[in-house]
């Protein structure tokens, strides 16, 4: 036992180090909240699609698990309520389009469906379309006036209108349009029309173009090109969506690279009547939640080099998406890369107010997941209450839904560390120590000068080194933490200050530290020896570097970054 007692020290500066850096750890981790959001709450189903949820209007949205339709709805609280529907019929089920009480759908040989649902089953289906053949599937809410939405829905040849009523036939209007690849759409809350932004590829090249489809008769009365999009090989054209800000229309689009597996965001901005003059921009996002950019800078010409931007901007853009907040206005939500420090970087939802039509920094994060949130989705009730969902992905075919609210109830209710954040974080903590293997091979440079002391001591002088243990213990003592004092630079590089608290970052604060361990250790050192038959300075120095190594390097450890050493 006499042996295995000076190992607690050890032990317990290992345990008590080890709790102060897992509070350390979760904070940093979870902390600051993406006020004026809650910290995000995860559903009990997961997505088994790739696609954004679709919201239903006042805290309510739904979307695809396996065989089953999931309705989630929201309290005033934030607090959700999950129910399940089966899917209303077998076979292939693309591109639906859903309401709280009706699903369209493209089913088996590309042919439009319909169910309604009542009570607790869904209504038998019902052709839309005749035909077949259909590639892609569209809606847009409220843009007929006493309709339920207006569906899109495009072949090889052509793009079809119609406007869906609950049990009524649809009549379609019929744009030639052939080679559309995907479209987005969007409500003009000037007139009540519906403004297309659709993407045609035809023999390796790809453009963007608009048209405007009447309010009643979805006849088209306006129909320009917006873009000939030039491509390399190993680019595509991913995803587009469309938003209106009063008579200003925006068009986001982004350009993913099979090559590097990064994706850039461009945005067209146009006035309603005039799309030919579209203006194009890129969507240049900072990286840091507190990168100092100045309004306008997050949209630079088409073409500007990411150096000339002078800011780190992203390059990961995915699945921007329009929000109406309020009615006649829009806001842009996009997921795009977030660097917290030197080892915290995710991908998270940002939502970028839109002025002209233009987007304006700096973009507030809406969620703070440190993980991978994309496929945003942001929707306003009338009250101005925000509600947002995202995916992320799991790596078997399926995704977590996370869902946020703006409800002071709720982020009252979420924006708290759990016990579950902490154990994540104490699971993580020994990764990190191992860097103190590294940072180690610092501390052998303290005990360069007491060393070669009490080994020139000991060989020339070697009475007066058993005679006065005391004496040269305090001698080289003093030496050693003069040499640490002087090398103390090596654990103040600014990759370790980055990850610091502020109230620990000052000269001072360190010397505090360092001046507590040294205490701490030498205590230990005399409790241990003080009842030793023969003292023997270096005996004694040996087990007092030891123990102040051991502290020093697991505190600072958790700070230090092996590109530093």
């Keep these: 036992m006499g042996k295995w007692i000076r190992v607690i020290p050890f032990a317990a500066a290992a345990v008590i180090i080890g709790l102060i850096q897992t509070v350390l750890l979760a904070n940093e981790r979870i902390k600051p909240y993406p006020n004026p959001f809650g910290r995000a709450t995860v559903l009990a189903h997961p997505a088994t699609a790739a696609e954004t949820v679709q919201m239903l209007g006042e805290g309510a949205f739904a979307y695809r698990s396996g065989d089953s339709l999931v309705m989630v709805t929201t309290d005033a609280e934030g607090n959700a309520a999950e129910t399940t529907r089966p899917l209303p019929a077998p076979g292939l089920f693309s591109d639906a389009q859903l309401t709280a009480d009706s699903a369209v759908w493209i089913g088996d040989g590309g042919k439009l469906y319909g169910a309604e649902w009542s009570g607790s089953a869904w209504s038998a289906m019902r052709l839309l379309a005749e035909g077949g053949g259909m590639k892609g599937l569209s809606a847009v809410g409220g843009g007929v006036p006493g309709s339920d939405r207006v569906l899109l829905r495009y072949d090889e040849q052509a793009l079809y209108a119609g406007v869906y009523r609950k049990g009524a036939e649809v009549t379609w209007s019929k744009l030639d349009l052939p080679n559309i690849s995907s479209l987005a759409a969007a409500s003009d809350p000037t007139d009540g029309g519906v403004g297309v932004v659709y993407a045609t590829e035809h023999n390796g090249r790809v453009s963007l173009g608009f048209v405007k489809l009447a309010a009643r008769s979805l006849q088209p009365v306006l129909q320009s090109k917006l873009k000939e999009v030039e491509l390399a090989s190993y680019n595509r054209l991913e995803h587009i969506a469309v938003g209106s800000d009063r008579s200003v229309w925006t068009a986001a689009y982004t350009i993913s690279s099979s090559k590097s597996g990064k994706s850039y965001a461009r945005l067209l901005t146009f006035p309603g009547d ?30 500007t080099s990411d150096a000339a931007t002078g800011a780190d901007v992203s390059d990961t853009v995915l699945h921007p998406a329009f929000v109406a907040n309020p009615p006649g206005t829009s806001e842009l939500v996009v997921s795009s890369v977030y660097v917290k420090n030197r080892r915290l970087t995710s991908q998270e939802v940002y939502r970028i107010g839109l002025t002209g039509g233009k987007p304006q920094l700096p973009a507030a994060l809406v969620s703070h997941s440190a993980g991978f949130a994309d496929y945003p989705a ?120 980055e ?38 300075a270096g005996l004694e120095l040996l087990y007092f570097v030891a123990l102040d190594i051991w502290m020093t390097n697991l505190w600072f450890a958790y700070f230090m970054s092996p590109a530093s050493l």
Excluded: C
Aim: glycine fraction near 6%.
């Design 378 to 497: 942001l929707a306003y009730d009338g009250q101005g209450h925000a509600l947002a969902v995202w995916l992320e992905p799991k790596g078997d075919d399926s995704y977590l839904v996370h869902y946020t609210s703006n409800l002071e109830p709720y982020r009252t209710r979420t924006d708290k560390l759990t016990g579950a954040d902490y154990q994540r974080s104490a699971e993580t903590l020994p990764l990190l120590w191992g860097i103190a293997l590294l940072t180690a091979l610092l501390s052998l440079k303290w005990i360069v000068l007491p060393a070669a002391y009490l080994l020139v001591l000991y060989t020339l002088r070697e009475a007066h080194y058993d005679n006065h243990p005391a004496l040269h213990f305090g001698i080289s003592l003093g030496l050693y933490l003069a040499s640490k004092l002087v090398l103390l630079g090596d654990y103040r590089k600014p990759q370790a200050l």
């Design 274 to 303: 005039r799309p030919q003059a579209a203006e194009e921009i890129r969507l240049d996002l900072p990286v840091k939640r507190d990168a100092a950019v100045p309004a306008g800078s997050a949209a630079v010409p088409a073409g």
């Design 499 to 536: 990850l610091m608290p502020p109230a620990v970052q000052s000269v001072a604060a360190h010397l505090a530290i360092v001046a507590l361990i040294a205490v701490l250790a030498y205590v230990s050192t005399k409790l241990l020896h003080r009842d030793a038959d023969y003292r023997n």
